[in-house]
């Protein structure tokens, strides 16, 4: 009867389990193959072996994108991790007007972004964007938000953090909806403070989340392609290549796309490595 029962849901899944394959599945295991091959879109495809990998470590392109991934990752927690946890925590301890700042915080996320996207290249404009009008106005110098080494990668990643913020901010909220009142009553009966409280009760029970979303954050910002794209399609220089931008540019510009999917696979492996040694240590952490 047990095996029966399992049958049965596997048959109501086997749709859904079908549709997951060819769209997800199929695509990385022909990209997994299309890297040990030199693709022909008009011929037969002929296998090269590692050939593809071993010219993308001889890329100068492969040590650039990967430290520009690597300084977006670290600009994107600074600037944007805990950005969504502070909002939630506040918009929690709101006693009015809750639902109005929920909707608030989210409405950057229904905007397209390309749209989006769009509307920062104007607030950036070093001419007659709104940023430099107001640094102008307090008496400091117009800058080059796009153009200047120093400054492109953080404006960026604002970018990102203001489209994506609310999102995150909603799940930290949930989250701290289904923490007991009873724990909050109790700490202010012992005399805490609201900072004691959000210390004590309100991040021990966030944490899992966090957990969680820091992997998905670092994951997310590794392989953004979108505002770079848009914005400096990988300039100043090489200073916003990444590997999803050099992965769009060989395989569209260049038609290589027996070497784009070598570059697909070696992306695919390092957010691999990355998140299971993350969990790992995590866990570890956990358990101590």
Same mark, same amino acid.
């Given at each position: 009867?047990?095996?029966?029962?399992?049958?049965?849901?596997?048959?109501?899944?086997?749709?859904?389990?079908?549709?997951?394959?060819?769209?997800?599945?199929?695509?990385?295991?022909?990209?997994?193959?299309?890297?040990?091959?030199?693709?022909?879109?008009?011929?037969?495809?002929?296998?090269?072996?590692?050939?593809?990998?071993?010219?993308?470590?001889?890329?100068?392109?492969?040590?650039?994108?990967?430290?520009?991934?690597?300084?977006?990752?670290?600009?994107?927690?600074?600037?944007?991790?805990?950005?969504?946890?502070?909002?939630?925590?506040?918009?929690?301890?709101?006693?009015?007007?809750?639902?109005?700042?929920?909707?608030?915080?989210?409405?950057?996320?229904?905007?397209?972004?390309?749209?989006?996207?769009? !509307?920062?290249?104007? $607030?950036?404009?070093?001419? *007659?964007?709104?940023?430099?009008? &107001? @640094?102008?106005?307090?008496? #400091? /110098?117009?800058?080059?938000?796009?153009?200047?080494?120093?400054?492109?990668?953080?404006?960026?990643?604002?970018?990102?953090?203001?489209?994506?913020?609310?999102?995150?901010?909603?799940?930290?909220?949930?989250?701290?909806?289904?923490?007991?009142?009873?724990?909050?009553?109790?700490?202010?009966?012992?005399?805490?403070?609201?900072?004691?409280?959000?210390?004590?009760?309100?991040?021990?029970?966030?944490?899992?989340?966090?957990?969680?979303?820091?992997?998905?954050?670092?994951?997310?910002?590794?392989?953004?392609?979108?505002?770079?794209?848009?914005?400096?399609?990988?300039?100043?220089?090489?200073?916003?290549?990444?590997?999803?931008?050099?992965?769009?540019?060989?395989?569209? !510009?260049?038609?290589? $796309?027996?070497?784009?999917? *070598?570059?697909?696979?070696?992306? &695919? @492996?390092?957010?691999?490595? #990355? /998140?299971?040694?993350?969990?790992?240590?995590?866990?570890?952490?956990?358990?101590?």
């Amino acid at each position: 009867m047990r095996l029966r029962k399992q049958l049965l849901a596997y048959a109501f899944l086997l749709p859904a389990l079908i549709v997951f394959s060819l769209f997800a599945w199929y695509p990385i295991i022909k990209g997994i193959e299309m890297s040990f091959q030199n693709v022909s879109l008009s011929g037969d495809s002929t296998w090269v072996g590692l050939d593809n990998y071993a010219l993308m470590l001889k890329d100068p392109a492969f040590a650039i994108a990967w430290r520009n991934s690597l300084q977006f990752a670290l600009w994107s927690l600074l600037l944007g991790y805990l950005l969504p946890i502070v909002i939630a925590i506040l918009v929690r301890e709101m006693r009015h007007a809750q639902g109005f700042f929920r909707v608030v915080y989210f409405l950057p996320t229904v905007v397209p972004g390309a749209i989006a996207i769009i !509307i920062w290249r104007f $607030l950036y404009d070093p001419d *007659a964007g709104l940023l430099n009008a &107001i @640094l102008t106005q307090m008496g #400091f /110098s117009r800058q080059f938000w796009l153009s200047d080494a120093a400054l492109v990668k953080p404006a960026i990643v604002a970018i990102m953090t203001w489209g994506g913020f609310g999102t995150t901010a909603l799940i930290y909220l949930s989250t701290l909806q289904e923490i007991p009142t009873e724990l909050y009553e109790a700490a202010e009966l012992d005399g805490a403070t609201p900072l004691h409280r959000i210390r004590h009760v309100t991040l021990p029970h966030l944490y899992p989340v966090m957990s969680v979303l820091f992997v998905l954050q670092v994951i997310a910002v590794v392989q953004v392609f979108t505002e770079p794209f848009l914005l400096t399609n990988g300039g100043p220089g090489r200073e916003t290549l990444t590997p999803a931008l050099h992965i769009y540019n060989r395989a569209f !510009i260049r038609i290589d $796309l027996g070497y784009a999917a *070598a570059w697909s696979v070696v992306l &695919i @492996l390092v957010l691999l490595i #990355f /998140s299971i040694i993350y969990r790992v240590i995590n866990a570890r952490l956990t358990a101590e």
